[in-house]
């Protein structure tokens, strides 16, 4: 737009072409985009980097324009454009795009000198192994990590400190300190033939939403790993990554304020009269607060529009709503049926308590069968890595209403981690597609 303003209308004197020109530069715009993809050219360790990013942007540039100059040639369609915009619009476009990466080195620079992404740390192993690590990372860290502790299985024979870190516990200590503070990632450090014990602490600690990494100098893999990575110049193997981090933290966070917002204000008069019929019906709340499980198994305050009796509702969530439940009132069968009644669950989303998408929320006291839902389940505190979501993958694949049977419970958690391990902006579009068939098919309801 800027480079047709100047060459072709304010230069030339004439503004055709209009169409042809923005739909070109359009074009270019995608091309430069998914070839930076490829090049990882959005990565945050990239982008710290102001040569690189100098560097990669000329390149990109430069195939970019070759590119486009090829297809004009090809397709026989160069003579209907100015070589001067050309000209103008690539310089523009370059030197632009050089004044924004530089602009986003110094604004990261900014963020890690006032410890934004600062990373907290902590070790397992109070050992030689966990001296040489911290030793070595101390050495090369340059600010951007700092150690909350070391923490240790053994009972016996186990130092106070290691390095001037205090040992602060056993695994589950660990577990306790990282529900309760932040900590960004664990590090294994024990030796290479303790396989047993480490195979035993990387499966307590699958609960954890942190990045969970074994030392290897090196190791053989008998793991399930995603990965190897290196955090200050120590080797890793990549057991668990931490769901939802970088970009697809953000686009999840905009996904979710933005669709919480717009929602709530398209279905704001629903809820005004939802909450009058409430009202009207029986006396007591409109809504009804419940203690559910949350992100990293921490508890929090669900609403929902009130559907039962007020002497007969169950904040504990022990007794499970089956369908004709006459603890029901008729204006809560109705929104239960048509899920009217999980609308203010968006103010939980706003708040962010919950997801749009997500696993669902289950209350502390919620059974499979006649056992509490996590004891009854392998892997079930796994689903908590992520936020609690309104709608999720197990409901819309017919998971939806009562559950009363173990098997069923199970096929729940197996959904809830397939959508954790695979979570795409285009699979929370399918799923809140598949979620309006189901609500207008009232599957399940009750």
């Known amino acids: 737009m800027v480079s047709y303003a100047i060459y072709v209308y304010g230069h030339l004197g004439y503004g055709g072409y209009f169409f042809l020109y923005t739909f070109s530069a359009a074009g270019g715009a995608v091309v430069f985009i998914f070839i930076m993809r490829m090049a990882q050219g959005y990565q945050f360790k990239h982008l710290s980097k102001l040569a690189w990013q100098i560097r990669h942007v000329s390149y990109v540039g430069a195939i970019t324009t070759a590119l486009l100059i090829t297809m004009a040639f090809l397709s026989k369609i160069g003579s209907m454009y100015s070589r001067g915009w050309v000209i103008t619009w690539v310089i523009l476009s370059l030197a632009t795009l050089g004044l924004i990466r530089v602009a986003y080195y110094y604004k990261i620079k900014q963020w890690h000198q006032t410890g934004r992404f600062l990373r907290t740390l902590a070790i397992i192993g109070a050992c030689d192994e966990a001296k040489h690590v911290v030793t070595k990372m101390e050495k090369h860290s340059a600010g951007n990590f700092v150690i909350t502790g070391v923490f240790d299985d053994r009972m016996t024979r186990v130092p106070a400190k290691v390095c001037d870190y205090p040992v602060l516990g056993t695994t589950k200590d660990l577990i306790q300190f990282a529900q309760e503070r932040r900590v960004d990632e664990i590090i294994i450090a024990l030796p290479v033939q303790a396989v047993r014990r480490i195979g035993t602490i990387v499966e307590k600690l699958r609960v954890l939403p942190a990045d969970l990494r074994i030392c290897i100098e090196p190791i053989a893999s008998a793991y399930p790993v995603c990965g190897v990575s290196e955090t200050a110049s120590i080797r890793m193997l990549d057991v668990l990554e931490r769901p939802l981090k970088h970009w697809s933290g953000t686009i999840k966070w905009i996904e979710d304020k933005v669709l919480s917002a717009l929602l709530l204000i398209v279905f704001g008069?629903?809820?005004?009269?939802?909450?009058?019929?409430?009202?009207?019906?029986?006396?007591?709340?409109?809504?009804?607060?419940?203690?559910?499980?949350?992100?990293?198994?921490?508890?929090?305050?669900?609403?929902?529009?009130?559907?039962?009796?007020?002497?007969?509702?169950?904040?504990?969530?022990?007794?499970?709503?089956?369908?004709?439940?006459?603890?029901?009132?008729?204006?809560?069968?109705?929104?239960?049926?048509?899920?009217?009644?999980?609308?203010?669950?968006?103010?939980?989303?706003?708040?962010?308590?919950?997801?749009?998408?997500?696993?669902?929320?289950?209350?502390?006291?919620?059974?499979?069968?006649?056992?509490?839902?996590y004891d009854a389940v392998e892997n079930y505190s796994q689903r908590h890595r992520v936020r609690p979501g309104i709608t999720g993958w197990a409901q819309v694949n017919g998971l939806r209403g009562e559950i009363d049977t173990l098997d069923k419970a199970k096929q729940r958690v197996t959904y809830d981690l397939h959508y954790i391990d695979n979570w795409s902006l285009g699979l929370d579009?399918?799923?809140?597609?598949?979620?309006?068939?189901?609500?207008?098919?009232?599957?399940?309801?009750c």
């Open 269 to 373: 008069p629903v809820m005004l009269l939802t909450a009058l019929a409430i009202k009207m019906e029986s006396p007591g709340p409109i809504f009804f607060v419940q203690k559910r499980f949350g992100f990293n198994n921490q508890p929090v305050n669900v609403l929902k529009f009130r559907t039962m009796r007020v002497d007969q509702c169950d904040e504990s969530g022990a007794a499970r709503t089956v369908k004709n439940d006459p603890r029901v009132t008729r204006v809560g069968r109705f929104l239960r049926t048509a899920s009217l009644d999980e609308l203010p669950q968006f103010l939980n989303v706003l708040r962010g308590e919950m997801s749009i998408i997500g696993p669902r929320a289950h209350a502390l006291a919620m059974k499979a069968g006649d056992q509490f839902y």
């Open 429 to 445: 579009l399918k799923i809140i597609a598949m979620t309006i068939k189901t609500l207008l098919t009232r599957q399940n309801a």
